[in-house]
């Protein structure tokens, strides 16, 4: 089982940034993938950002621009940069990880926008 561990939600201004941590129990150099998910209010769980093993990124097209994904391989921890947030981007962010057995998922960080 891996274990993420997220920080950095909390209630920003329409406009303003964050930024979100999500630290692994194991190295990150060895996931197929790591990166984030939301799950707004009354919506399905969807893709923010994910960074493959080979540090390809994927975006959600309503990021990009906006949103960084990065990776620290020495501290086993993914970083998310949120600029120009929006109202829209008021959501649960999940860490998500893939290896070669199953997904795993932290535990939650709520991000609210407020316009």
């Known amino acids: 089982q891996v274990q993420l561990v997220e920080s950095g939600g909390g209630l920003v201004q329409a406009g303003g940034s964050l930024r979100l941590s999500c630290a692994a129990s194991?190295?990150?150099?060895?996931?197929?993938?790591i990166g984030w998910y939301r799950q707004a209010p009354g919506k399905q769980r969807e893709l923010v950002a994910t960074?493959?093993?080979?540090?390809?990124?994927n975006y959600a097209d309503s990021v990009k621009g906006r949103f960084t994904l990065s990776r620290d391989n020495a501290r086993n921890t993914v970083y998310l940069q949120m600029n120009s947030l929006k109202p829209e981007d008021t959501a649960v962010y999940y860490c998500?990880?893939?290896?070669?057995?199953?997904?795993?998922w932290g535990q939650g960080t709520q991000v609210t926008v407020s316009s």
């Open positions: 194991i190295r990150t150099a060895s996931l197929n993938a």
């Open positions: 998500y990880a893939r290896t070669i057995v199953r997904n795993h």
């Open positions: 960074i493959s093993s080979g540090g390809s990124t």
